[in-house]
């Protein structure tokens, strides 16, 4: 499975950005997806996750009510809107993927996860 992450770049404070993640998996409509991030200097964090179907998904606390992930699997694509940027946000984004069941106890771990894209770095100037 390759997952190839797009739509980093630099924009400024309280600004918006939309990620991308394009999958090759013909069977990923049956995987849950997730979006991580990295920091410099930090740990890896879950950001967002969605199910099999979209019908579920959850959010990281600094995630919620600014951000929002969406699949269409008709175009092997999951999305990350981020909206109302902070600096606090620049770090390298992962799109990920698994074929487990969804649980909004594990989905923001990131040894839940098997398939990783390569990252997508975005960074918001104060």
């Known amino acids: 499975v390759q997952l190839q992450a797009s739509g980093g770049g630099l924009v400024k404070a309280g600004g918006n950005l939309t990620l991308s993640c394009l999958h090759s998996?013909?069977?990923?409509?049956?995987?849950?997806l997730a979006w991580f991030r990295q920091a410099p200097g930090k740990e890896r964090e879950g950001v967002s996750c969605?199910?099999?179907?979209?019908?579920?998904?959850h959010y990281s606390n600094s995630a919620k009510f600014r951000f929002t992930i969406t699949r269409d699997d008709a175009k092997n694509t999951v999305y990350l809107q981020m909206n109302s940027l902070g600096p606090e946000d620049t770090a390298v984004y992962y799109c990920?993927?698994?074929?487990?069941?969804?649980?909004?106890?594990?989905?923001?771990?990131?040894?839940?996860?098997?398939?990783w894209g390569q990252g997508t770095l975005v960074t918001v100037s104060s």
């Open positions: 990920a993927a698994t074929p487990s069941a969804f649980s909004v106890d594990r989905c923001l771990r990131e040894s839940e996860y098997i398939y």
């Open positions: 998996e013909f069977r990923l409509p049956l995987y849950s």
């Open positions: 969605i199910n099999s179907n979209g019908a579920y998904t």
